[in-house]
Protein backbone atom coordinates (compact mmCIF):
# COMPACT_ATOMS: atom_id res chain seq x y z
CA UNK A 1 0.00 0.00 0.00
CA UNK A 2 3.11 2.17 0.60
CA UNK A 3 4.61 1.56 -2.46
CA UNK A 4 1.14 2.30 -4.29
CA UNK A 5 0.03 5.90 -2.79
CA UNK A 6 3.72 7.00 -3.61
CA UNK A 7 3.27 6.18 -7.27
CA UNK A 8 -0.39 7.38 -7.07
CA UNK A 9 1.28 10.59 -5.62
CA UNK A 10 4.03 11.27 -8.47
CA UNK A 11 1.01 10.69 -11.25
CA UNK A 12 0.64 6.62 -11.72
CA UNK A 13 -3.07 5.12 -11.95
CA UNK A 14 -3.38 1.48 -10.66
CA UNK A 15 -3.72 -1.24 -13.23
CA UNK A 16 -5.19 -4.15 -11.39
CA UNK A 17 -6.28 -7.72 -11.76
CA UNK A 18 -7.79 -9.18 -8.40
CA UNK A 19 -10.42 -8.02 -5.37
CA UNK A 20 -7.27 -7.72 -3.32
CA UNK A 21 -5.65 -5.43 -5.54
CA UNK A 22 -8.34 -3.88 -5.87
CA UNK A 23 -8.78 -3.43 -2.15
CA UNK A 24 -5.64 -2.05 -2.25
CA UNK A 25 -5.84 0.48 -4.87
CA UNK A 26 -8.85 2.16 -3.03
CA UNK A 27 -6.50 2.93 0.08
CA UNK A 28 -4.25 4.90 -2.72
CA UNK A 29 -6.07 8.11 -2.87
CA UNK A 30 -6.94 7.53 -6.35
CA UNK A 31 -10.40 7.49 -8.07
CA UNK A 32 -11.67 4.31 -8.80
CA UNK A 33 -12.75 4.94 -12.16
CA UNK A 34 -8.93 5.65 -13.28
CA UNK A 35 -8.52 1.80 -12.20
CA UNK A 36 -7.74 -0.47 -15.10
CA UNK A 37 -9.34 -4.14 -14.28
CA UNK A 38 -6.95 -6.17 -16.81
CA UNK A 39 -6.33 -10.20 -16.36
CA UNK A 40 -8.05 -13.11 -18.49
CA UNK A 41 -10.05 -15.34 -16.25
CA UNK A 42 -12.48 -12.70 -14.73
CA UNK A 43 -15.19 -14.03 -12.96
CA UNK A 44 -18.87 -12.77 -12.48
CA UNK A 45 -17.70 -12.20 -8.65
CA UNK A 46 -14.59 -10.03 -9.54
CA UNK A 47 -16.76 -8.38 -12.18
CA UNK A 48 -19.05 -7.12 -9.98
CA UNK A 49 -17.42 -6.30 -6.97
CA UNK A 50 -15.09 -4.01 -9.41
CA UNK A 51 -17.99 -2.63 -10.71
CA UNK A 52 -19.50 -1.77 -7.57
CA UNK A 53 -16.54 -0.50 -6.09
CA UNK A 54 -16.55 2.14 -8.80
CA UNK A 55 -14.07 0.51 -11.14
CA UNK A 56 -15.61 1.81 -14.89
CA UNK A 57 -12.05 1.20 -16.90
CA UNK A 58 -11.22 -2.82 -18.29
CA UNK A 59 -9.19 -4.36 -20.34
CA UNK A 60 -11.00 -7.30 -21.82
CA UNK A 61 -8.75 -10.62 -22.98
CA UNK A 62 -11.76 -12.80 -25.21
CA UNK A 63 -15.19 -13.07 -26.18
CA UNK A 64 -16.02 -14.64 -23.41
CA UNK A 65 -14.51 -12.04 -21.05
CA UNK A 66 -16.66 -9.51 -23.16
CA UNK A 67 -19.73 -11.10 -23.15
CA UNK A 68 -19.49 -11.30 -19.21
CA UNK A 69 -18.51 -7.61 -18.98
CA UNK A 70 -21.43 -6.40 -21.20
CA UNK A 71 -24.12 -9.00 -19.36
CA UNK A 72 -23.22 -7.59 -15.82
CA UNK A 73 -22.39 -4.10 -17.00
CA UNK A 74 -26.11 -3.67 -17.76
CA UNK A 75 -27.25 -3.89 -14.15
CA UNK A 76 -25.53 -1.09 -13.02
CA UNK A 77 -27.13 2.55 -12.82
CA UNK A 78 -25.57 5.46 -14.90
CA UNK A 79 -22.30 3.19 -15.43
CA UNK A 80 -20.11 4.34 -18.21
CA UNK A 81 -18.10 1.28 -18.85
CA UNK A 82 -14.30 1.65 -20.96
CA UNK A 83 -13.12 -1.23 -22.65
CA UNK A 84 -9.78 -1.46 -23.84
CA UNK A 85 -9.23 -4.90 -26.10
CA UNK A 86 -6.11 -6.69 -25.54
CA UNK A 87 -4.70 -8.04 -28.53
CA UNK A 88 -2.19 -10.57 -29.02
CA UNK A 89 -0.42 -9.16 -32.32
CA UNK A 90 0.78 -11.07 -35.46
CA UNK A 91 3.99 -10.08 -35.06
CA UNK A 92 6.53 -11.15 -32.12
CA UNK A 93 9.76 -9.59 -30.38
CA UNK A 94 12.14 -10.81 -27.85
CA UNK A 95 11.10 -10.59 -23.94
CA UNK A 96 12.24 -11.83 -20.91
CA UNK A 97 8.48 -13.58 -20.84
CA UNK A 98 6.97 -13.45 -24.00
CA UNK A 99 3.39 -12.46 -23.50
CA UNK A 100 2.33 -11.11 -26.86
CA UNK A 101 3.27 -12.55 -30.07
CA UNK A 102 3.32 -16.09 -30.24
CA UNK A 103 0.81 -18.63 -29.09
CA UNK A 104 -0.45 -17.39 -25.49
CA UNK A 105 -3.35 -17.03 -23.51
CA UNK A 106 -3.54 -13.62 -23.38
CA UNK A 107 -5.26 -11.57 -25.39
CA UNK A 108 -7.29 -11.71 -28.49
CA UNK A 109 -5.83 -12.92 -31.38
CA UNK A 110 -5.66 -9.70 -34.22
CA UNK A 111 -7.17 -11.46 -36.94
CA UNK A 112 -10.11 -12.32 -34.42
CA UNK A 113 -10.60 -8.82 -33.41
CA UNK A 114 -10.64 -7.54 -37.06
CA UNK A 115 -13.28 -9.85 -37.59
CA UNK A 116 -15.34 -8.85 -34.84
CA UNK A 117 -16.49 -5.25 -35.99
CA UNK A 118 -20.30 -6.45 -35.81
CA UNK A 119 -20.18 -8.02 -32.03
CA UNK A 120 -18.67 -4.71 -31.16
CA UNK A 121 -21.49 -3.41 -32.29
CA UNK A 122 -23.81 -5.24 -30.64
CA UNK A 123 -23.06 -4.19 -27.11
CA UNK A 124 -25.27 -2.27 -24.33
CA UNK A 125 -25.13 1.42 -24.24
CA UNK A 126 -23.20 1.28 -21.23
CA UNK A 127 -20.43 -0.33 -22.52
CA UNK A 128 -17.81 1.72 -25.34
CA UNK A 129 -14.47 0.93 -26.85
CA UNK A 130 -12.13 3.11 -25.54
CA UNK A 131 -8.72 1.40 -27.45
CA UNK A 132 -6.42 -1.31 -27.48
CA UNK A 133 -4.07 -2.85 -25.04
CA UNK A 134 -0.91 -4.70 -25.89
CA UNK A 135 1.34 -6.46 -23.48
CA UNK A 136 4.28 -7.69 -25.48
CA UNK A 137 6.05 -9.27 -22.19
CA UNK A 138 8.63 -8.59 -19.45
CA UNK A 139 12.39 -7.72 -19.10
CA UNK A 140 12.75 -6.71 -22.55
CA UNK A 141 16.25 -6.69 -22.41
CA UNK A 142 16.77 -3.30 -24.55
CA UNK A 143 16.18 0.56 -25.32
CA UNK A 144 15.90 -1.12 -29.03
CA UNK A 145 13.94 -3.73 -28.07
CA UNK A 146 11.28 -1.90 -26.56
CA UNK A 147 10.92 0.83 -29.57
CA UNK A 148 10.66 -2.28 -31.68
CA UNK A 149 7.84 -3.27 -29.10
CA UNK A 150 5.86 -0.04 -28.85
CA UNK A 151 6.22 0.67 -32.66
CA UNK A 152 4.92 -3.27 -33.34
CA UNK A 153 1.87 -2.62 -30.88
CA UNK A 154 0.77 1.00 -32.63
CA UNK A 155 1.40 -0.50 -35.83
CA UNK A 156 -1.18 -3.27 -34.73
CA UNK A 157 -3.51 -0.74 -33.20
CA UNK A 158 -3.38 0.92 -36.30
CA UNK A 159 -4.19 -1.85 -38.44
CA UNK A 160 -6.98 -2.62 -36.22
CA UNK A 161 -8.62 0.63 -35.97
CA UNK A 162 -8.73 0.68 -39.69
CA UNK A 163 -9.94 -2.42 -40.09
CA UNK A 164 -12.54 -1.89 -37.64
CA UNK A 165 -13.55 2.21 -38.67
CA UNK A 166 -13.09 3.23 -35.13
CA UNK A 167 -10.62 6.00 -33.33
CA UNK A 168 -9.49 5.10 -30.11
CA UNK A 169 -8.82 7.39 -27.12
CA UNK A 170 -6.32 4.86 -25.48
CA UNK A 171 -3.63 2.75 -26.91
CA UNK A 172 -1.89 0.58 -23.76
CA UNK A 173 1.53 0.04 -25.28
CA UNK A 174 2.35 -2.30 -22.01
CA UNK A 175 6.06 -1.87 -20.89
CA UNK A 176 7.77 -4.54 -19.84
CA UNK A 177 10.64 -2.06 -19.19
CA UNK A 178 13.77 -4.42 -17.91
CA UNK A 179 15.30 -4.36 -14.44
CA UNK A 180 18.24 -6.64 -13.26
CA UNK A 181 16.03 -7.65 -10.28
CA UNK A 182 17.72 -9.90 -8.08
CA UNK A 183 20.53 -10.32 -10.33
CA UNK A 184 23.73 -8.59 -10.21
CA UNK A 185 23.92 -5.46 -13.00
CA UNK A 186 22.44 -1.57 -13.09
CA UNK A 187 18.95 -0.51 -14.90
CA UNK A 188 18.89 0.35 -18.35
CA UNK A 189 19.29 3.75 -20.30
CA UNK A 190 15.95 4.99 -21.72
CA UNK A 191 17.09 8.09 -21.98
CA UNK A 192 16.47 8.14 -25.68
CA UNK A 193 12.96 6.06 -25.66
CA UNK A 194 10.87 9.73 -25.94
CA UNK A 195 12.71 10.75 -29.07
CA UNK A 196 12.87 7.48 -31.22
CA UNK A 197 9.14 7.18 -30.51
CA UNK A 198 8.51 10.47 -32.15
CA UNK A 199 8.52 9.39 -35.53
CA UNK A 200 6.27 6.19 -34.52
CA UNK A 201 4.21 8.67 -33.39
CA UNK A 202 4.09 11.27 -35.73
CA UNK A 203 3.42 8.35 -38.63
CA UNK A 204 -0.14 7.09 -37.00
CA UNK A 205 -2.87 8.20 -39.08
CA UNK A 206 -6.07 6.30 -37.31
CA UNK A 207 -4.78 6.37 -33.48
CA UNK A 208 -3.18 10.26 -33.84
CA UNK A 209 -5.44 11.41 -30.93
CA UNK A 210 -5.10 8.83 -29.14
CA UNK A 211 -3.58 8.47 -25.23
CA UNK A 212 -0.73 6.43 -24.56
CA UNK A 213 -0.50 4.30 -21.43
CA UNK A 214 2.73 2.78 -20.33
CA UNK A 215 2.97 0.12 -17.75
CA UNK A 216 6.14 0.13 -15.88
CA UNK A 217 6.29 -3.17 -14.03
CA UNK A 218 9.01 -3.65 -11.47
CA UNK A 219 10.51 -1.49 -13.04
CA UNK A 220 9.98 2.04 -10.64
CA UNK A 221 10.24 -0.45 -7.56
CA UNK A 222 12.72 -2.65 -8.24
CA UNK A 223 15.70 -0.21 -7.41
CA UNK A 224 14.42 0.87 -4.45
CA UNK A 225 14.95 -1.16 -1.43
CA UNK A 226 17.25 -4.01 0.00
CA UNK A 227 15.46 -7.38 0.40
CA UNK A 228 16.79 -8.40 3.79
CA UNK A 229 16.65 -12.20 5.14
CA UNK A 230 17.62 -14.43 8.15
CA UNK A 231 19.85 -17.75 7.12
CA UNK A 232 18.27 -20.35 9.24
CA UNK A 233 20.11 -23.51 7.76
CA UNK A 234 23.51 -24.23 5.47
CA UNK A 235 23.35 -27.74 3.48
CA UNK A 236 25.91 -29.50 1.45
CA UNK A 237 25.05 -31.33 -0.92
CA UNK A 238 26.60 -34.83 -2.15
CA UNK A 239 28.15 -32.40 -5.69
CA UNK A 240 29.40 -30.27 -3.56
CA UNK A 241 27.12 -27.13 -4.04
CA UNK A 242 26.11 -25.62 -1.08
CA UNK A 243 22.07 -24.45 -0.43
CA UNK A 244 21.38 -21.59 1.86
CA UNK A 245 18.06 -21.88 3.46
CA UNK A 246 16.32 -18.71 4.29
CA UNK A 247 12.99 -17.58 6.39
CA UNK A 248 11.83 -15.93 2.87
CA UNK A 249 9.98 -17.86 0.18
CA UNK A 250 9.59 -18.03 -3.79
CA UNK A 251 6.75 -15.33 -3.36
CA UNK A 252 9.75 -11.93 -2.38
CA UNK A 253 11.58 -13.19 -5.49
CA UNK A 254 7.82 -12.65 -8.03
CA UNK A 255 8.71 -13.08 -11.42
CA UNK A 256 10.94 -16.06 -11.47
CA UNK A 257 9.86 -17.23 -14.60
CA UNK A 258 10.26 -14.17 -16.74
CA UNK A 259 14.00 -14.39 -15.41
CA UNK A 260 14.54 -17.69 -17.04
CA UNK A 261 15.07 -19.67 -13.48
Same mark, same amino acid.
Given at each position: ???????????????????????????? &?? #??? %?????????? =??? @???? *? +??????????????????????? &?? #??? %?????????? =??? @???? *? +????????????????????????????????????????????????????????????????????????????????????????????????????????????????????????????????????????????????????????????????????
Amino acid at each position: PALLKASVAAGCRPEICSLGELAVALTS &GC #PAD %QFLYSGQGKS =AEE @INGA *L +AAGVRQFSVESWGDLARLNQLSL &GV #PDA %QVRVLLRVNP =ATG @IQAG *L +AMSGSATQFGFEEEDVAAGREQLQRLNPNLSVHGFHVYYGTQIPTEDSLVESFTAAIQCCERLSQALNIRPRVLDLGGGFPWPYASAGVGADFSNLAHRLEPVLAARQFTSTAELWFESGRYITAACGTWVSRVLDVKTAKDGQIFVVMDSGINHLGGMAGLGR
